[in-house]
């Protein structure tokens, strides 16, 4: 999922952010929605709903600190959301491999009892 985009040096982002904050707000954007278009289209609605949340929050920060974390909380909630998810899949799975093995064993059952 990547543009293939070089970034700049580090000092030469800091040295565009102090001279031209919207320029450098405008690079930012562009870069983040070349990476959202490049990802398979599938994916696109749920990155631009998430870049936009991101957007809605560094908006409202009162600080570029405060809204990096605000970012790294949202990505916590975001890991525990999945975290969750995946436990309920290998719940279900095993579940499902309990059923199959239960179910291969009466199978067999039956066939000594013939």
Sequence with gaps: MHTNVKLPKFD??????NKDPIAYDDFRLKLLNDEVN???PERRPALRKTL???????????TPLEAAIMAY???????????TEISKLHYLASS????LIIEHIQ???RRVMR
């Design 12 to 17: 030469t982002l800091v040295s565009l952010y």
């Design 38 to 40: 490049a990802a398979p």
């Design 52 to 62: 936009y949340k991101i957007e809605v929050t560094r908006k409202k920060s009162k």
């Design 73 to 83: 909380l949202m990505l916590c909630e975001s890991t525990s959301q999945l975290r």
């Design 96 to 99: 499902m491999e309990a059923a």
């Design 107 to 109: 199978e067999q059952s």
